[in-house]
């Protein structure tokens, strides 16, 4: 059950890391970008790549199915 809470605190630090990044970003007309992740903005168009996000929501995801596979005993 520490895991569970360990997991629970890392998800609500993620929470509030993004929620900061976000505030920031709309505050200073910056693009909510997190390290990895490509953003390029060239006259007038934007192309933005979330590389680094997927990763760490992926392996996040993984973590958590892990985790429920392994206490129903599957």
């Known amino acids: ?3 569970f809470r360990f997991f629970q605190a890392l998800l609500l630090l993620y929470i509030i890391g993004f929620a900061f990044m976000f505030y920031f970003s709309q505050k200073f007309q910056l693009p909510v ?19 680094g996000s997927a990763f760490i929501i992926s392996l996040f995801l993984y ?11 599957i």
């Not at 970008?33 to 590389?51: E, H």
């Not at 973590?63 to 005993?73: A, D, E, R």
């Open 63 to 73: 973590v958590i199915l892990l985790f429920v596979k392994k206490s129903l005993g």
């Open 33 to 51: 970008t997190m390290p990895g992740d490509i953003y390029i903005s060239k006259a007038g168009k934007r192309i933005y790549i979330p590389i």
């Open 1 to 3: 059950m520490a895991i």
